[in-house]
């Protein structure tokens, strides 16, 4: 049975930094993609940021030199690592799982086969 469990997440100020983790079991994690998600009231959920099988990594726009994607594959844990937060990142963090992808496809939701249940991030101002 596949699990996909986030931890981490909290409340901080604006500006501050949090690490969020995903512990992946009930599967072959080194071999699936894997990405965040994030959905705040009233929107749709967004792609944040993916990391392939190795370490090439892809960011949406919103988040490129704050956040951080890495995996260990030896504990079939993945991470995300945010920095100077902002309110604008105040949502629901979701951890997902899919095989292989294209590039173009990696942060597209519906790509996406295993989903955890989330951790709530809030950065205040």
């Known amino acids: 049975q596949v699990q996909l469990v986030e931890s ?21 994690y080194s071999t699936y993609y894997m990405a965040w998600f994030r959905q705040a009231p009233g929107k749709e959920r967004e792609g944040v940021a993916a ?6 990594t892809t960011y949406a726009d ?5 956040f951080t994607i890495s995996r260990d594959n030896a504990k079939n844990t993945l991470f995300l690592q945010m920095n100077s937060l902002t ?9 997902a799982a899919a095989r ?6 990696l942060l597209r939701r519906s790509e996406y086969n ?11 101002s």
């Open 87 to 95: 309110a604008e990142d105040t949502a629901l963090y979701y951890c």
């Open 8 to 28: 981490g997440g909290g409340s901080v100020q604006a500006g501050g930094s949090l690490r969020l983790s995903c512990a992946a079991s009930g599967y072959t």
């Open 100 to 105: 292989p992808l294209p590039a173009w496809y």
């Open 62 to 66: 919103s988040v490129k030199g704050r």
């Open 114 to 124: 295993y989903w955890g249940q989330g951790t709530q991030v809030t950065a205040s």
């Open 51 to 56: 990391i392939d099988s190795g370490r090439t």
